[in-house]
């Protein structure tokens, strides 16, 4: 299967050691069902952050261009009762090689993934929130 990207991805986004985003996640949302807002990378939401990240050497890119998806629904309310900004709600992805590659991007241990959604893919169509975390 030939994956095409968005056209603004950097030439080498998503990496060489990207493999095919297949199986079962979970990516924190805002609303239920699942709308294309809750899949928008933090490089499209919040271009300023995004630069400030890059140019502290934080993040590149294409890292930033990616979706957070965890392979541990505990490691997603985790993050999500840490930082509610992200969303109260907890959704479940189960992704076939179509969907774009992954590469593991732990964080303190956890089960983080950076998703780089191949150009026209619909996440909605296969998300299913599995948990609400209403404070």
């Known amino acids: 299967m030939v994956l095409r990207w968005p ?4 030439e080498d986004c998503p990496p ?25 990378s933090i490089y499209y939401l919040n271009r300023r952050r995004a ?26 309310i985790w993050n999500a009762r840490r ?12 992704l076939g090689a179509d969907a774009g590659k992954m590469l593991p991007t732990p964080r303190d241990g956890n089960s983080h993934h950076t998703l ?7 996440p909605v169509a296969i998300a299913t929130v599995v948990m609400n975390l209403r404070r």
């Open 116 to 122: 780089w959604q191949a150009d026209g893919y619909n």
């Open 16 to 40: 060489d050691e990207a493999y095919p985003a297949i199986g079962v996640y979970y990516r924190i949302v805002k609303t239920d069902p699942p709308e294309p807002g809750d899949f928008v």
């Open 7 to 10: 056209a603004d991805f950097p």
């Open 83 to 94: 930082y509610h900004s992200l969303g109260d709600k907890i959704a479940l992805l189960t």
């Open 51 to 76: 630069n400030d990240m890059m140019r502290r050497g934080l993040e590149t890119q294409c890292t930033l261009m990616g979706l957070s998806v965890y392979a541990d629904a505990n490691d997603a």
